[in-house]
């Protein structure tokens, strides 16, 4: 079998998922549209060659229900030919795409594909697919009968691990800390991608972010789950999950070139990375947001690298006792969890997430000279993404 390599990772900026963001005014289709252009352009890539799309997207409902990567590639003026498919494994739909980019290259099905995720949260707005319908049904239910709303998970979590408030605000605040520290040093400026906007704006930086942020200040934020019937049911619990401490809704697209060894050396293309292991799990459903514990056990045991090895983290901050969780089974020091902030400064477009994380952990390993870097999602449902990414340029 050969190897499939990762030639490049690009993102779009993170634009604040409400009407007035950024990148409100752009279809998601362009948007993804736009990134996928820009991909092509920078390897001087023929996109006649590509074999597929392979698209993260989340809310699959309104400007989203279209098999959106097939839309993009139309958008982008792709060839016809060329087929795309959506992926939906919630948070890590982005992630699965990746992991089946490179399945497929190893199998011999691709030679070269093109892995996405785009979600466009101020259009599409979180929840839109599921129209007040109960998507669990009764047998689920039976089984599972203290299912709750992510954010309770978190607070579940939380209390498990025995994380207060305040290390849950004092590692936000780090979150916007390091990912303005990397704006201002340039450190995104390889990763992304301009989008114009139909009043003709170029955007060139995430929005996201908020230089300045304090612990202090996010202290002062309400709980987001005090209420009922939550209240009642779980007595015990402290309510610590805030806004501030959770990941931000946002608009946001990201692709990664992926393909054989052989072909990018036929095409004079420099592989910036490879994926060394992957592995996906399920686990607790009520307390969710778990499953990045067992994924990490998974898919170190499957690549044979010891995390004494692994140079930089990116757990998902889709709320902080997440990767606070993660950081108190595996004990990596703060300096290699999220080096670059992570989706509470930059944001979770649900859908792109997976590849924002990965394009973001490719651009950190080269930049401190790393050779491996893990990256691990929570999802709903209780699942989980991970995978080990090897720096082909260290």
């Known amino acids: 079998m050969g190897r499939a390599v990762i030639v490049d990772a690009v993102r779009s900026p993170m634009g604040r998922g409400k009407k007035s963001g950024a990148l409100a005014g752009v279809h998601p289709v362009d948007l993804l549209a736009q990134v996928l252009t820009a991909l092509v352009a920078r390897n001087d890539l023929d996109p006649a060659t590509i074999d597929d799309v392979l698209v993260g997207c989340v809310g699959q409902a309104g400007e989203q229900s279209a098999t959106p990567g097939r839309q993009a590639v139309l958008a982008a003026g792709f060839p016809t030919h060329v ?59 039976a089984r599972f009968p203290d299912l709750v709303p992510q954010g309770v998970s978190a607070e579940l979590v939380a209390r498990k691990w025995k994380l207060t408030r305040a290390e849950l605000d004092e590692y936000s605040a780090r979150s916007h800390a390091r990912a303005a520290a990397v704006r201002a040093n340039g450190g995104f400026d390889g990763e992304i991608v301009p989008i114009t906007t139909p009043d003709g704006t170029t955007v060139t930086s995430d929005e996201s972010i908020r230089e300045g942020t304090t612990p202090e200040r996010l202290a002062g934020l309400a709980p987001a789950f005090a209420r009922e ?98 950081q108190r089974e595996f004990g990596v020091p703060d300096d290699r969890l999220n080096p670059a902030g992570g989706a509470i400064a930059l944001g979770h477009p649900l859908g792109a997430s997976g590849c924002r994380l990965m394009t973001t952990m490719i651009n950190h390993l080269e930049r401190a000279g790393g050779r491996y870097g893990l990256q691990t999602m929570c999802e709903a449902g209780g699942m989980a993404n991970a995978a080990i990414v090897e720096n082909l340029s260290a």
């Open 229 to 326: 019937p939550y209240l009642s049911r779980f007595p015990e619990l402290e309510w610590l999950i805030t806004a501030g401490n959770s990941s931000q809704i946002t608009d946001g697209a990201s692709a990664l070139l992926v393909m054989s060894e052989e072909q990018a050396k036929a095409l004079g293309l420099r592989p910036r990375a490879a994926i060394v292991a992957s592995a996906v799990v399920g686990d607790d459903p009520t307390l969710m947001l778990t499953g990045p514990i067992p994924a990490t056990h998974k898919v170190l045991a499957r690549s044979g690298v010891g995390l004494d090895r692994i140079d930089a983290v990116e757990v998902n901050e889709a709320f902080a006792p997440v990767p606070l969780a993660w």
């Open 83 to 141: 087929p795309s498919t959506t992926i939906e494994r919630k948070c890590g739909s982005g992630q699965q795409a990746v992991d089946f980019a490179v399945q497929g290259v190893v199998a011999g099905a691709y030679d070269i594909a093109i892995a996405a995720g785009v979600e466009s949260m101020s259009r599409v707005p979180m929840g839109s697919a599921r129209m007040d319908a109960d998507p669990f049904g009764p047998s689920v239910r």
